[in-house]
């Protein structure tokens, strides 16, 4: 197998040098890329990088995990008519099969890509380990084209905390609000979404919402807790809220022993009412 590893920077080398050796690919020929320049935007390394490919094809490029590394990956498989796949965390030749994190680091998927090149870019905060393995393979330059003059430079900005966060009201979703419009609701209720991992594995949510132990913990004034049963990992992520009202199917669910309120019935409906409700005190 030939790979290329990218480095859009000179560190990057020891974490894609660790996941060759971590998934036993250290018999496959090497060569190493490398961006030789300053670039803002990863548009500026595609034609290089689609050029470097031509030259010299091979059957895997290596990207270190960035936000540039996802899409330089992901747009590159696409012009080179190869397959994509980001964010990834081993890779077995053997199988051919690639595995990575999905539903906020809960589960681990393998996929078997078709089509090559295959363009990976690796999982972050991998290893930054010293290299072992001798650099002898071919190296070519990579160098980054100007900003198009229909393309700016990229802003920075600061970003406060999550919304979840400071969020005095949360509407707490769990999968007995799948076919809910919560997004609506929410809003009516003057609160932030949040959901159950169970309700984030249904599909269709935002994975950086997802509240308990191994997601968003939040302390609002209010937490409307609907659809879902009360896991004790799901309720760690709400228990600083000063009041919690409960809404569920099952009377005996044990989402109401945390519960300052409990509402027996469907979440869809109740919180249509509890939204018409909100929505007539503030018109009066």
């Known amino acids: 197998m030939n790979i290329a590893l990218v480095l859009l920077q000179p560190a990057d080398i020891d974490t894609l040098l660790a996941f060759v050796e971590d998934n036993d690919l250290t018999t496959a020929t090497l060569s190493y890329w490398r961006v030789d320049g300053e670039y803002v935007l990863a548009e500026q390394l595609l034609a290089p990088l689609e050029s470097a490919f031509h030259q010299a094809p091979v059957e895997m490029l290596l990207f270190a995990g ?19 796949l980001c964010q990834a965390s081993a890779y077995s030749a053997a199988e051919g099969t690639v595995s990575k994190a999905v539903y906020g680091n809960g589960l681990v998927a393998t996929f078997q890509p078709q089509g090559a090149p295959l363009c990976l870019s690796l999982a972050g905060g991998g290893p930054r380990r010293a290299a072992r393995i001798a650099l002898t393979g071919a190296e070519r330059t990579l160098t980054p084209q100007p900003l198009r003059a229909t393309l700016s430079a990229p802003q920075s900005a600061a970003f406060s905390r999550h919304p979840l966060e400071t969020a005095q009201r949360v509407l707490a979703c769990g999968h007995g609000t799948v076919g809910v419009d919560t997004a609506r609701l929410a809003a009516a209720l003057g609160a932030q979404e949040g959901y159950s991992r169970q309700r984030i594995m249904a599909g269709g949510c935002d994975a950086q919402r997802m509240l308990g132990i191994s997601g968003q913990k939040v302390a609002p004034s209010l937490c409307i807790v609907a659809g879902a049963s009360g896991a004790s990992a799901f309720m760690a992520g709400i228990a600083g809220s000063d009041f919690i ?6 009377p005996d669910a044990p989402v109401f022993t945390m519960a300052d309120v409990g509402i027996v019935g469907d979440a869809g409906e109740a919180l249509e009412t509890l939204a018409a409700c909100c929505l007539q005190a503030l018109s009066c």
């Open 66 to 84: 960035s936000h540039g590394g996802d899409e330089l990956a992901t747009r590159l498989a696409w012009r080179l008519q190869g397959c994509a």
């Open 245 to 250: 009202v409960a809404i569920n199917r099952d």
